[in-house]
């Protein structure tokens, strides 16, 4: 169990009522990068939960403690997060009046829930106690490689945050995680030449790590962006037909108005 960084108390409110109504959820976005000290501050409250009906039930009911209407299409149904769709909240509630919650139940790249659930961390809040259920900082990372231009920069400073705190003392899967998912060149090549016994594992993922014929920052850069590029591509790909959904949906919505 990790120690918490400060998190506000809105997101505090919001967490601890899903809790009390025993949703099973996990923090995503930018709240989980502020946990994970990869960022200062973020305004909404993302969440992967898992959606079946017990769990949306229960969902609902803390919802409704929260004073949270659905503010976009979709709407709140099972078979739209089952589909890939963000859910979008605003709550009403005196202590978190204003906060957006977002919510989903898969995330391009990333296993099912029942996996994301059994790699989770738990960080502990120093100061209030409470426990909060995040997501692991691989699939956070993975969840960040989309075609948003601000989700690269956040995953460069995730692993290397992970890095500084853990380099002292890492175990293999830290050593692969940070091999496979850098974006930070002289960070790579330190890597390279600390643990070059762990390239090999990464045949698949990264397989131009042992192609490197030197430790050249220039190419490692330009090996990074072609890397980002082919996930951008993936990314608008697995979305185009999920937003042409949307674009239905607000559509008919209009014309029963």
């Known amino acids: 169990?990790?120690?918490?960084?400060?998190?506000?108390?809105?997101?505090?409110?919001?967490?601890?009522?899903?809790?009390?109504?025993?949703?099973?959820?996990?923090?995503?976005?930018?709240?989980?990068?502020?946990?994970?000290?990869?960022?200062?501050?973020?305004?909404?409250?993302?969440?992967?939960?898992?959606?079946?009906?017990?769990?949306?039930?229960?969902?609902?009911?803390?919802?409704?403690?929260?004073?949270?209407?659905?503010?976009?299409?979709?709407?709140?149904?099972?078979?739209?997060l089952q589909r890939g769709h963000a859910v979008h909240f605003r709550c009403q509630h005196p202590d978190v009046v204003g906060l957006r919650i977002d919510v989903m139940s898969g995330l391009r790249g990333c296993d099912n829930f029942e996996q994301l659930w059994a790699r989770r961390t738990t960080i502990q809040d120093p100061e209030t106690n409470f426990a909060y259920e995040v997501i692991a900082i691989e699939d956070l990372v993975q969840a960040k490689k989309t075609q948003r231009d601000k989700d690269w920069p956040m995953i460069r400073r995730l692993v290397e945050a992970h890095y500084d705190q853990n380099q002292d003392a890492p175990s293999d899967s830290m050593i692969l995680f940070w091999l496979r998912e850098s974006r930070t060149p002289s960070m790579l090549v330190e890597l390279l030449h600390r643990f070059p016994e762990q390239i090999a594992a990464l045949s698949c993922s990264r397989p131009w790590l042992r192609s490197l014929e030197n430790t050249d920052e220039k190419r490692i850069e330009q090996l990074l962006r072609e890397e980002e590029y082919a996930q951008r591509l993936a990314d608008e790909e697995y979305w185009k037909p999920l937003k042409a959904e949307l674009e239905q949906l607000r559509l008919n919505r209009h014309r029963r108005l």
């Open 1 to 80: 169990m990790q120690e918490a960084h400060l998190i506000p108390n809105p997101i505090l409110k919001v967490l601890s009522t899903l809790s009390c109504h025993m949703v099973r959820h996990l923090l995503i976005g930018g709240q989980a990068c502020v946990l994970y000290g990869a960022a200062e501050f973020s305004r909404d409250c993302d969440l992967v939960i898992l959606a079946d009906d017990v769990n949306l039930g229960n969902l609902q009911r803390a919802l409704g403690e929260l004073r949270a209407n659905c503010i976009a299409v979709p709407e709140f149904k099972a078979e739209y």
